[in-house]
């Protein structure tokens, strides 16, 4: 039996998003519904898989399908495609099964032709609309099927215009649309080589074909790589009868949400444009109306559209985005999906959502994804500053951004990848943008509104946005844009404010907020679920602090290298050039003694948590100034005594490879009274703290052991000083001797390592690098996006732990060390301690803790709740 590819809307429901698209999924869920949606049917991602499979091949049998589905829709109708008296018109949109808004294609009015469109004017009595729509197809269906430039179109528009005399498109009169159609037909017979086509099915199959092209356009893949969509899940098309919202004033197309997707208010939420398409809304090529304008002007519809949207969030229990049109009085509903929303927003939908009773507590903690509460933390204007806007626009997306004006999406990207920090600024950005606002810091556009691409891209992304503000003249070939007498040209600062809408010349200072409400409630609920703890990497004691506001519990890598730095470089260097064993104890006490105040300072701002502190892991010469700058000093005669001496240690110590050379537990064994200081100096502090009444509680973690010999050597050493300093003092206390897994062989010899080792802490960044082999130094700017876009990798190990390398090492050191120690504590204190998909893998394996920067202590505990939780992947649905 043939294999199926073509449904109608009423064959399916809202669970077959991965069969009939998010969008095709949904028509058919409120057709079951009984919702006004217009009558059509969806051609499953099957069949866009089996066409990407054929190298872009329709695959046999679909148009046959296609034309029986179509037949059955003419018949439900009672019109035909294309006909000369009233001819059916459907439009053919893309529908991926997860939310890509704006991504791939879309082409309405598909149907009309010379002939058809005489009988629109007079079934309609209107033949402005009717040649209104025909220009509008010929526009789309050359930029979308035939690749011509819109911009072609746009300028003849705007001719049209200017001969007319109007400053709008409603202005144009019916024969000036009629003009335009024919103009439009010879802009594609010049540019496409071909005419346009008039058979109708001839531009069904075209329309088809264009929209399973799309789901590979690059703003498309870019997408899918930015949100970590899959490219094999490939596109539907829904076949949908065209509904008109510019056939009059009477009519009208708009987009709503249940709740405001910016901040996450229980309130209906919106624009609407009267006589207008539903692109109109979405371009920003209008300006439009707020949604509560309807009640004066559609009341009924406005009414109508109120129950639609109560009944749609409480069947599918989510905060909806609807797009809807008004036919002469008469409301339809195009489509709906949950909207996209802000970090913000989703987390005071979930906190009020669950206290109505529309979900439980652990469907409101899935609700919220954890790299969302990263947009919580962005910059905002600093209160205490002073400034003066120059221009205010529509607050489109929440957060503050200062950067470079630059007006083209390929700029922005080409800029940032330089370093620079990118404001990308437009009369109103379309898809093909979408990788100049995947680099920039900000987005700033003249035109457009709250549910514009680029407000509702920007909230997706997190990025602040300020949209639609009339005051500026942008000249994008010009390199400038004007507010009144002030002019910004290409290359110059601005800042922008999301949150109010306000545009700034010059950089304003901004803050990183501390989010409190629903942001609390949501990650006291998530505790309340996850099994891991969160701990955080902290190397002072306002770094400590930090975490523990954010809910860190202990601190699960603490670098002492850290404190080395600054004004104690000189200490840390008299110790390395030390002569004799008196010059090398003067320097230790010295250092004893900063270390001891740095201890004892974090263990105050973690009182009561675990405390792990990392020995040293550098190698020496990383605390001597650069080889090759003392070398080109010395040659000029530059260099004094000392500075001689620090250029003969540096050639000593310089190694070939020093990553793999003389650092972590090697450095101590060779250098020992410096790893006894550092113990020394930490419990010393440690009694510090419980003579003052804290509750210190110490673990001492000795980096980079590769066998159990080694590693007891030096853990027999930290015995010897915990001994000589409890008996000195007469106090003591337990604490914990551990090691980090860094190295494949680690990995390999846990069993053993375990055997004197009471904790492990994954060193995943290490490890990472030399389980591949790759030096992350290096990578990032070199072959990792290649790899990464040629899909040779499923994603940057330095990020997301790699599962089937990494990983595994990983699962068996756990397991062996386990069967040695069966209460070995297990933590990871890489970089991926904050990535919720190597958190999930961290619970898996049955690690105890991750430990993360503080300010993704949140996103690391949400994470952990949605591993427990059963999460592998995005909690909504459609």
């Known amino acids: 039996m043939a294999e199926k590819f073509v449904y109608a809307f009423e064959e399916g429901n809202k669970d077959q998003k991965y069969l009939l698209g998010g969008k095709g999924a949904n028509l058919a869920e409120m057709t079951r519904l009984g919702l006004p949606v217009p009558p059509g049917f969806t051609i499953s991602t099957d069949a866009c898989k089996a066409y990407m499979a054929a190298d872009d091949v329709l695959p046999a049998g679909l148009m046959d399908e296609v034309a029986a589905a179509l037949t059955q829709l003419e018949h439900k109708m009672g019109k035909q495609l294309g006909d000369d008296t009233d001819p059916l018109l459907v439009s053919v949109r893309s529908g991926a099964p997860f939310s890509m808004p704006g991504m791939m294609d879309t082409v309405l009015n598909l149907g009309l032709n010379d002939v058809s469109v005489h009988g629109l004017a007079k079934q309609t009595a209107n033949e402005r609309f009717a040649f209104d729509s025909y220009r509008r197809f010929v526009q789309m269906f050359g930029k979308i099927v035939l690749d011509i430039s819109g911009d072609l179109f746009e300028h003849a528009l705007e001719v049209a215009r200017e001969q007319e005399g109007v400053e709008t498109d409603p202005e144009l009169s019916a024969a000036a649309l009629e003009r335009l159609v024919e103009t439009f ?16 099915h001839e531009q069904l199959g075209y329309a088809i074909e264009a929209v399973f092209k799309s789901w590979n ?53 919106g624009d609407f444009l009267t006589n207008a398409q539903g692109e109109d809304v979405v371009a920003g090529i209008r300006v439009t109306e707020p949604l509560d304008q309807m009640a ?62 529309l979900i439980d507590r652990s469907e409101a903690v899935l609700r919220v994804e954890p790299a969302q509460l990263d947009q919580l933390l962005h910059p905002q204007f600093d209160p205490n500053a002073t400034y003066t806007a120059i221009a205010k626009g529509l607050n489109a997306s929440p957060g503050a ?50 549910v514009s691409h680029a407000a509702v891209v920007a909230r997706g992304m997190g990025k602040p946005a300020v949209c639609g503000a009339a005051q500026l003249d942008i000249n994008v070939d010009g390199g400038e844009f004007r507010v009144g007498d ?115 300072g974090i263990l105050e701002a973690m009182d009561g948590l675990p405390v792990t502190v990392r020995l040293l892991d550098p190698p020496l010469h990383e605390f001597l100034p650069d080889i090759e700058e003392l070398l080109v000093r010395d040659a000029k005669g530059e260099l004094d005594d000392e500075g001689r001496r620090l250029l003969a240690a540096a050639q000593h110590l310089r190694e070939a490879n020093p990553m793999l050379g003389t650092r972590g537990l090697r450095l101590g064994i060779l250098r020992p009274s410096l790893y006894r200081m550092q113990v020394k100096a930490l419990l010393d502090a440690a009694i510090a703290r419980l003579a003052k009444g804290g509750d210190p509680r110490v673990e001492i973690m000795i980096p980079l052991s590769v066998t159990r010999d080694e590693l007891a050597l030096v853990v027999g050493w930290v015995r010897e000083v915990a001994d000589e300093v409890f008996s000195t003092n007469r106090a003591g206390f337990e604490y914990a001797v551990g090691t980090m897994i860094e190295t494949p062989r680690a990995a390999l010899d846990a069993g053993e390592i375990a055997e004197v080792a009471e904790f492990f802490s994954f060193g995943t960044n290490d490890l990472t690098q030399m389980t591949f082999g790759f030096s992350r130094d290096d990578i990032e700017g070199r072959f ?68 993360c920067s503080p300010y993704r202590v949140p996103i690391a505990r949400l994470a952990a709740a949605h591993a427990a939780l059963g999460s592998g992947g995005p909690a909504s649905t459609a």
């Not at 802009?187 to 080589?193: L, S, Y």
């Not at 386990?818 to 961290?842: M, N, W």
């Open 401 to 450: 951004a200062v950067g470079k004006v630059y007006f083209t999406a390929d700029e922005a990207e080409a800029r940032h990848e330089t370093g620079e920090a990118v404001i990308l600024v437009r009369p109103e950005t379309s898809p093909d943008d979408l990788h100049g606002m995947i680099a920039a810091e900000g987005i700033l556009t003249s035109r457009g509104g709250l």
């Open 185 to 200: 037909k010879a802009i594609v017979r010049q540019e496409a080589k071909v005419d346009f086509p008039q058979h109708p």
């Open 217 to 269: 356009g690059r703003r498309a893949r870019d997408y899918r790589k930015f949100e970590g969509i899959p490219d094999d899940l490939g596109t539907a098309v829904n076949v949908q009868t065209m509904v008109f919202g510019n056939k009059g004033d009477d009519s009208g197309t708009g987009v709503a949400f249940t709740r405001d997707p910016a901040t996450g208010e229980s309130r209906p939420y």
């Open 296 to 357: 004066d002007d559609f009341p009924e519809c406005h009414r109508q559209l109120l129950e639609v949207m109560n009944t749609l969030e409480r069947h599918y229990r989510d905060m909806c985005d609807i797009e809807f049109t008004i036919e002469q009085g008469r409301l339809f509903i195009l489509q709906t999906r949950v909207g996209k929303r802000t970090a913000a927003a989703a987390l005071r939908m979930a906190v009020e959502m669950e206290s109505e009773g």
């Open 486 to 600: 002030t002019v910004v040209c290409e290359g110059d600062i601005i800042s922008i404010n999301g949150t109010s809408g306000e545009i700034v010349v010059g950089a304003v200072p901004v803050v990183t907020p501390e989010p409190g409400g629903p942001f609390e409630i949501i990650l006291e609920w998530a505790d309340g679920f996850r099994r891991l703890k969160v701990r955080t990497n902290a190397d002072l004691p306002h770094d400590a602090e930090v975490a523990r506001r954010f809910g860190a519990e202990g601190i699960g890598l603490c670098r002492t290298e850290h404190m080395f730095l600054g004004d104690r470089l000189p200490t840390v260097q008299r110790f390395i050039l030390a002569e004799g064993e008196a010059d090398e104890i003067a320097s230790l006490e010295e250092l004893e003694k900063l270390q001891r105040a740095d201890f004892e």
């Open 784 to 851: 990792m996006p290649r790899y990464l876009e040629l899909k040779l990798l499923p994603a940057n190990p330095f990020e997301t732990v790699d599962r089937g390398g990494v990983g595994r090492l990983m699962r068996m050191a756990v397991e062996e060390g386990r069967a040695t120690r069966p209460d070995l504590k297990l933590g990871i204190c890489g970089e991926h301690g904050g990535d919720p998909a190597s958190v999930q893998f961290c619970h898996e394996l049955g690690l105890d803790y991750v430990s």
